[in-house]
């Protein structure tokens, strides 16, 4: 038994060097590797950061004109037109002219 444990030794202290830079390039590979295999995540991730700014910029466009809205709806002219519009009502003083030609519009 102690003669193969003087072998190991020997071989070791002789070929130091050599084992050392075996296991940094098989370190070096296994990052290179591992970090080529995520490439396809890291594309993926890209790809899902530019749609989710496209939804971004979509939905600030949508509450900018929420806001603009928002201070439309409680003026008179807003509420008038729906009134009008939505629910067929006119104001007490209003002319109405109806179309007796008889043709659709």
Known sequence: MNEYKDRITDFLSVHKKGIKLAV???L???MVFKGAMQ???ILAGKAEI???QTQIEY???RQQEIN???GK???DEYIEKIATEKLGLVKSNAKIFVDVSG???
């Open 28 to 30: 070096v590979f296994a």
């Open 24 to 26: 940094f390039l098989v």
């Open 68 to 70: 603009e809205l928002k």
């Open 103 to 105: 043709e659709q519009q």
């Open 50 to 52: 530019a749609c989710l």
């Open 73 to 75: 709806v409680n003026t």
């Open 59 to 61: 939905e600030k466009q």
């Open 39 to 41: 490439i396809p995540q």
